[in-house]
T-cell receptor, first 110, second 115 residues
Framework: SQQGEEDPQALSIQEGENATMNCSYKTSINNLQWYRQNSGRGLVHLILIRSNEREKHSGRLRVTLDTSKKSSSLLITASRAADTASYFC??????????FGRGTSLIVHP | NAGVTQTPKFQVLKTGQSMTLQCAQDMNHEYMSWYRQDPGMGLRLIHYSVGAGITDQGEVPNGYNVSRSTTEDFPLRLLSAAPSQTSVYFCASSYSRREVSDTQYFGPGTRLTVL
């Protein structure tokens, strides 16, 4: 069964706006990762946040982790049409085997 | 480096046929895994391997076999294809599954249709 669940399932915004998607999980984790998948392609790693970290940045990406609420958020600032993709969170617990959610489909309109 | 490669890209099978999906990586990664991706279901783990000669089952292993005779290759065998196995299959690898900071590298996928 999937550990992480992304919300919303779909998000449609205009270029230049910020996009925020969330991931909730049920059991304790060692780390949480975010991946992007362009249509018809494999997944590409975006960012990893460890359980003892609260926030990480990478370019226009900002990830937060709240272990007390068992949730994470991915913020993409100043979205571009090229950011159109599906975004997945993957959580790793004691076995370190990542478990993926169902993903958020992001459409950025030019 | 080629990264993670998968062949074939597309495959159509008839019910009952068998086939092998190939996966190879040239990054000397210990950990390799197979996922299937179905609409609305995200990625589900089929089998994984933590090194040559060591494999284990994931969430949905029924109907699939794997082996890991070398570090580089991790083929997935469909024993007797069923329409329920119609899916997109992804192979992934990482340096070691026990590194907290590990990143998984994904192949481009194999789109399989079983008629």
């Amino acid at each position: 069964s999937q550990q992480g669940e992304e919300d919303p399932q779909a998000l449609s915004i205009q270029e230049g706006e910020n996009a925020t998607m969330n991931c909730s999980y049920k059991t304790s984790i060692n780390n949480l990762q975010w991946y992007r998948q362009n249509s018809g392609r494999g997944l590409v790693h975006l960012i990893l946040i460890r359980s003892n970290e609260r926030e990480k940045h990478s370019g226009r990406l900002r990830v937060t982790l709240d272990t007390s609420k068992k949730s994470s958020s991915l913020l993409i600032t100043a979205s571009r049409a090229a950011d159109t993709a599906s975004y997945f969170c993957a959580t790793s617990g004691g076995s370190y085997i990542p478990t993926f959610g169902r993903g958020t489909s992001l459409i950025v309109h030019p | 480096n080629a990264g993670v490669t998968q062949t074939p890209k597309f495959q159509v099978l008839k019910t009952g046929q068998s086939m092998t999906l190939q996966c190879a990586q040239d990054m000397n990664h210990e950990y390799m895994s197979w996922y299937r991706q179905d609409p609305g279901m995200g990625l589900r783990l089929i089998h994984y391997s933590v090194g040559a000669g060591i494999t284990d089952q994931g969430e949905v292993p029924n109907g699939y076999n794997v082996s890991r005779s070398t570090t580089e290759d991790f083929p997935l065998r469909l024993l007797s294809a069923a329409p329920s196995q119609t899916s997109v299959y992804f192979c992934a690898s990482s340096y070691s599954r026990r590194e907290v900071s590990d990143t998984q590298y994904f192949g481009p996928g194999t789109r399989l249709t079983v008629l």
